[in-house]
């Protein structure tokens, strides 16, 4: 089997990357759109940085640590959990994304107990 290919006038040896472009070159067009749209599903690409600020600022206030088994390693790891979701208005990370007023973020919160996710998912186990 020939290994080389030409690319115009230029001569390729076949490695992987030459490979992954013919492959990914000759894609259909629909085929690409879905390949593009896995990649972005994955994750957002820019890092709101606001979001964790004012999220930290709220786990401290509200002690900074798993209100259960008293987790505090990292703050995006501790969530805001509602006691009582009939007086649940909205989750805490939708009020902080929305960009609502500190205040109303806080009249939220004091709804809520401060666990780790783990602990957190173990309170909807049960409930
Ligand atoms: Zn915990
Ligand atoms: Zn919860």
Redesign the pocket.
Known sequence: MDLNISFGTKKNTFTNSVFCGIICGNLRPEARASLNQKVEGKKPKRKDNRYHKTKDKLVETFGGKCGICGYNKWNRAL?F??LDPTQKDIEISKLITQKKPWSMILKEAHKCILVCANC?SE??EKS
């Open positions: 969530h959990h509602h957190h309170l909807h």
